[in-house]
């Protein structure tokens, strides 16, 4: 049967296993739905009987809901708990959800847990929370099988039965040196079908990728999405590794990513939900609406200029629009195809600096093409062939004006290490407004006395 979310129905079962239920109804309840869709109700309940429910689970379900919860929920939940009571549900998580949970809490809490866990797993907890919250250690699993690639194939196997039981990667073996640097990855199969004697180091295909632990996780992404990987190692500067990071947990962070552009492209900040606080929507917000409101400025002074131009034809303030409208559309596109790029690792600015050629053909083809439909509109609305014509040059330029700005600003941008999602659409629109006002305006200038 097909898994279905049904938000007020889970809701009436929760209330009645928190009004009279048992145990067993709470854990029943958990077994049939999803932990997602269950966080997405919990989020809506008094902090009592948010409680009253937890408490009535066991601390391997706890985890579950915990670790899918939203940031918010996640601190509530934790706030209920004792020291040992964290503890023991973070033993149900994989070492990268319970890093990101022990860095919600504060400084004196996480450290009283810390030295509360097993030395072992305190250590690589601490190791993990000392990188940045969007490095590739922060989302990397340290439950993976290393081997050395001195050993041969009958000891890996007995290894590999030996350690497999807590690792959550088990289909892939990385092998090292005996300085713990990677040498590459062997799958299962291959050591299973290979003879007793045989080293590990002969069924090495390649040097493997890897990421270095304190790059950021886009370029992570940009790696296994790029060439297609499960697992990607996660190693030190001595490259001895780390961690895993798999396809899985690259999901997210993919997602993140997209969400955080198409934030910024907006001009609204990556932190910004849909209910958030009335002031922090404010504070995200209103910044960019001024620097909007002072490149409108700017487009505002480049028609002042006109004034007397427009005064004498009045055709030419409800014809100008198009062009800077058609001129934003077009840079937009540009922009778009580029960003996606630079989010995949696929351009630079060095490398691909000649497709701008592309991109004025492109203007060319095109504004050619809506400058002559609207030329031919123009015409049969005021009849006059040279507005026409003016609107018609006019499009063709701006637009590969348009072309080459939406292409060359975001790598500008990437190469200055500043967010091209944010800086450049507004300057983009800025850009093609002014030259689309000053192009069109102008040739109307010079032809006045054929508009009159």
């Not at 713990?180 to 290979?194: E, F, P, S, T, Y």
Request: aromatic share 10%; net charge negative.
């Amino acid at each position: 049967m097909e898994y279905e979310f049904d938000y007020n129905l889970l809701k009436e079962q929760l209330d009645t296993v928190i009004r009279g239920g048992t145990v067993e109804d709470a854990k029943s309840l958990i077994d049939e739905f999803h932990a997602v869709d269950i966080d997405r109700v919990l989020e809506d309940m008094d902090a009592p009987d948010l409680q009253y429910f937890l408490f009535m689970l066991d601390a391997e379900r706890v985890a579950e809901l915990m670790e899918n919860a939203e940031e918010e929920l996640q601190r509530q939940m934790m706030r209920f708990y004792s020291t040992k009571e964290l503890i023991d549900i973070f033993s149900f998580m994989v070492n990268a959800d319970a890093a990101d949970l022990l860095g919600l809490l504060g400084t004196q809490r996480r450290k009283d847990v810390l030295n509360y866990m097993k030395k072992s797993d305190s250590d690589i907890l601490t190791m993990i929370l000392s990188y940045d919250e969007d490095s590739a250690a922060r989302i990397m699993t340290t439950e993976f099988l290393s081997l050395k690639q001195s050993l041969t194939v009958k000891e890996a196997l007995l290894k590999i039965k030996e350690i497999a039981p807590t690792t959550e990667i088990i289909e892939s073996i990385f092998i090292t040196d005996d300085l713990h640097r990677i040498q590459g990855i062997v799958d299962l199969r291959d050591i299973l079908v290979a003879p007793g004697f045989k080293p590990l180091a002969d069924l090495i295909d390649d040097s493997p990728f890897y990421v270095y632990a304190d790059e950021d996780q886009e370029e992570a992404s940009n790696l296994i999405y790029k060439y297609d990987l499960k697992y990607l190692p996660v190693v030190n500067k001595n490259l001895a590794i780390l961690g895993v990071i798999t396809s899985d947990d690259i999901i997210d962070v993919m997602e993140e990513e997209h969400n955080e552009d198409m934030l910024a492209v907006g001009g609204v900040s990556k932190d910004e939900e849909y209910d958030s606080h009335f002031f922090h929507s404010i504070k995200s917000r209103l910044p960019w609406l001024v620097i909007n409101l002072f490149t409108a400025f700017l487009a505002s002074a480049v028609v002042s200029m006109f004034e007397s131009t427009i005064s004498q034809v009045v055709a030419l303030a409800a014809a100008m629009p198009i062009v800077t409208g058609m001129g934003g559309n077009a840079g937009n596109q540009t922009l778009s195809i580029v960003l996606t790029s630079l989010v995949r690792g696929e351009i630079t600015l060095e490398d691909d600096l000649p497709l701008i050629v592309k991109e004025i053909c492109l203007g060319l083809f095109n504004g050619a093409v809506i400058g002559l439909f609207a030329g031919v509109v123009l015409y049969l609305k005021y009849h006059n062939a040279y507005l026409g014509l003016i609107i018609f040059a006019a499009m063709i330029l701006n637009m590969m004006i348009a072309g080459i700005v939406g292409f060359l600003l975001p790598l500008l941008f990437d190469k200055a290490k500043i967010d091209p999602a944010i800086s450049s659409p507004i300057f983009l629109t800025t850009c093609t407004d002014i030259c689309g006002f000053f192009i069109f305006l102008g040739l109307a200038s010079l032809l006045l006395p054929k508009l009159v």
